[in-house]
């Protein structure tokens, strides 16, 4: 086909005209807030329901979709219902990020609720500071993190081990093995970990990152074997956690002496490993499917009614709960029926919430939340007996482990010393 | 010693479990030339074969596995006689062809099953370890051993002492002759194909109760197949074990040494440099191809 100059120009109109068509934002000046307005408010709901985290992001999804019909029975929101638009990224941070672009700037959510993994928080959070939008996020996460768009519901390390690691030291030993997956949530968690061990006398005499979703445990075990530690911290996530409780246990290695303690290994996790293997072993959480309640036994009960019986939560569904219930709280103290991200954001500081795992808050300081961390045997039921908990809520402080930084509501400070 | 030993057996039990996975796929690559990228989602297949035998009908693992081998058996069938059969001309097309068949099956299971992580139980008279010689092994892990070490002797003998293998030599070697001769490649071709799907499914049934089940379970054990088929040697058992076992020892004593990721790097490293010097792996069979 000879290519000519006028099939070229014709070529070239045609495809300006259908981008610009299909991307109306590109020209339209209005590009404004998004806002809510005409009695419902529209929120985001981004969590993977394809993909190799769906397995626990479904469970996200469906406590967020339970908090809203829970709300809107109630009334909705100074009256007005909330609408959630649901979208799915399939597990991939490139998707995270083009689905949340469509949520914020297409659909005009005033908030979105979602995220797993921290590839896909890191993904979104240029859409969310280019828009001045807000990102509801309910996960665990690493912490050095300090994004003015961003409200953090999911405990900082601080937060999992500031009475984990001197627990698991005083009844145990002072001999820990660190084993992660190889990315950066278990390697902060190690920091911080190995920052507690220091002060305490303890020692590291292996630490060690296998990829993700390793699942040949054989080399590792026989590592532990040879170091003997008195702990093995684990921070190895999904199918990594299935393979690494069974090879320990088929290799004849005993909880009583070498457990595994871990701050990823939820009901979910146990459920798939089966229970035998999970018992005798640890988990460090503000949030256990067996704590007793008022509020969870609540909250399990209509979670299995909404979505099955056989359903269980976990300490990263039960955040994703009661962050819908914060940001109500949010909402109506602005109450007007026109508002903004930045301000929905102002208005959640301070807002308490009696959550299933307690009483929450959320911190002025660096918008994460004050939580009840919880100490947790695995059983053989699939359930975890809680040890110990905490007699109060123990403040976030995503900079703990670096003491030149500090987060504050203006974001990160750097402290002159 | 007391590090030779437990070496040895991490090194065995990896090389064990990368045998019954690789097996099927040097059968199919070896005799048919198809590039089975598909090889993976058999396992997978496999895997929740048993789990769903186990948790619907009560069926215990070792009971299990003659049934998995002829259900992902069957699958393989229905997969040459529909899709590859047309492809034989057409090598690089078979690896595009298989890639979606291994794209469809894994979201079947997914959209069908569920994407939840699943569990298979181990047989409980192989729960405990066993000792030897001052050290302790899961008996599980023996077992995968002495299976694997069954699975090639009943495919060596299927392979060379049947009239199913003789057939089965002559078609790979030159199969417009052998039809002169009157044997049916086709069907050969079918039996074959299934054959190593079947010990995919075998592979994947013996795997799930040490590690996990998930739709996505496959894709890693492909990789590590194909690694042990380019390293052994196409058409060579021999060549497969012995690769299995080098490419499994040498990561056991890497992980010992330093890590798990440097051991996968280390080992693709090695393995790229080893195809350099040996483009045709270790075992390389000297045949004239028409």
């Not at chain 1, 908030?111 to 280019?130: C, I, N």
């Not at chain 1, 307690?358 to 994460?368: D, R, T």
């Not at chain 1, 908990?389 to 203006?410: I, M, N």
Request: some cysteine.
């Amino acid at each position: 086909m000879s290519y000519n100059r006028r099939k070229f120009l014709k070529g070239t109109a045609a495809v300006g005209a259908a981008s610009a068509v299909s991307f109306p934002h590109l020209w339209m000046k209005d590009a404004s807030l998004a806002h809510a307005a005409a009695g419902e408010i529209k929120i985001g709901v981004l969590y993977s329901l394809t993909g190799t985290t769906a397995i626990i992001e479904t469970s996200l999804n469906q406590a967020t979709i339970l908090a809203i019909e829970e709300i809107n029975a109630a009334g909705g929101i100074n009256g007005m219902k909330i609408v959630p638009v649901i979208e799915d990224p399939a597990s991939d941070p490139a998707t995270f990020a083009q689905k949340a672009r469509k949520l914020v700037v297409g659909d005009k959510c005033v908030s979105v609720f979602g995220s797993y993994t921290s590839a896909s928080r890191k993904a979104v959070l240029p859409v969310f500071e280019k828009y001045n939008n807000l990102y509801w996020y309910p996960t665990l996460y690493e912490g050095r993190e300090c994004s003015k768009n961003v409200i953090y519901t999911g405990a900082v390390p601080n937060q999992q081990q500031k009475d984990f690691v001197p627990w698991l030291v005083k009844n145990f030993g002072k001999k820990f093995y660190l084993i992660g997956s190889n990315y950066i949530y278990p390697k902060e968690e190690n920091n911080v970990c190995k920052i507690l061990l220091k002060r305490l006398g303890g020692e590291v005499v292996g630490e060690e990152y296998v990829p993700l979703g390793h699942s040949e445990f054989a080399a590792v075990i026989n590592k532990f074997k040879e170091t003997q530690p008195n702990v093995i911290f684990s921070t190895v996530v999904g199918d990594s956690v299935v393979a690494l409780h069974r090879q320990y246990k088929a290799a004849g290695l005993d909880p009583k002496k070498m457990p595994m303690a871990s701050l990823t290994t939820s009901e979910e996790e146990i459920a798939a490993m089966g229970g035998e293997f999970a018992a005798g072993h640890f988990t460090s959480a503000p949030y256990f499917m067996s704590y007793d309640s008022p509020e969870n036994h609540k909250f399990v009960e209509a979670f299995q009614k909404r979505w099955g019986k056989g359903k269980t939560t976990n300490f990263v569904s039960e955040p994703a709960y009661f962050q819908v219930y914060l940001f109500k709280q949010a909402v109506e103290k602005l109450g007007k029926t026109e508002f903004t991200p930045p301000a929905i954001r102002v208005a959640s500081w301070n807002q308490e919430f009696k959550a299933p795992e307690g009483l929450v808050k959320i911190s002025a300081q660096n918008s994460h939340t004050y939580l009840w961390p919880k100490i947790g045997e695995a059983q053989t039921s699939g359930q975890f007996k809680i040890i110990e908990q905490s007699k109060e809520w123990v403040e976030p402080l995503p900079y703990w482990a670096y003491p030149g930084q500090v987060c504050t509501p203006d974001g990160l400070v750097q402290k002159k010393t | 010693m007391s590090v030779i030993i437990p070496q040895l057996s991490v090194g065995l039990s990896i090389a064990s479990i990368l045998l019954i996975v690789a097996l099927g796929l040097a059968i199919i690559y070896g005799t048919m030339g198809v590039i089975n990228l598909a090889h993976g989602e058999f396992v997978m297949l496999g895997a929740y074969a048993v789990w769903f035998l186990q948790t619907y009908l009560g069926i215990g693992l070792i009971a299990c596995l003659l049934l998995v081998f002829a259900f992902v058996g069957g699958v393989g069938w229905l997969v040459e006689r529909l899709l590859i059969r047309h492809l034989y001309k057409r090598p690089l097309d078979t690896i595009l062809a298989t890639w979606g068949v291994g794209v469809i099956l894994q979201q079947t299971i997914r959209l069908s099953v569920g994407p939840e992580l699943r569990y298979v139980k181990m047989p409980d008279f192989l729960t405990s370890s066993v000792h030897f010689f001052g050290y302790e092994e899961s008996a599980y892990r023996i077992f995968i051993f002495v299976l694997a070490v069954a699975l090639v002797l009943i495919t060596y003998f299927l392979f060379f002492r049947t009239e199913f293998g003789l057939r089965l030599r002559a078609v790979t070697q030159n199969p417009e002759i052998a039809r002169c001769f009157g044997i049916n490649a086709g069907l050969t071709y079918s039996l074959t194909f299934a054959y190593g799907a079947g010990l995919a499914g075998i592979a994947g049934s013996l795997v799930s109760p040490l590690k996990s089940v998930s739709p996505d379970m496959g894709t890693p054990y492909v990789v590590d197949a194909f690694l042990v088929v380019v390293v052994g040697g196409v058409q060579s058992l021999l060549g497969t074990v012995a690769s299995s076992y080098l490419i499994g020892q040498v990561s056991g004593v890497l992980a010992f040494i330093s890590n798990d990721t440097m051991a996968k790097a280390l080992v693709f490293f090695g393995v790229v440099v080893l195809i350099r010097l040996f483009p045709r792996g270790l075992f390389a069979m000297r045949v004239r191809r028409s």
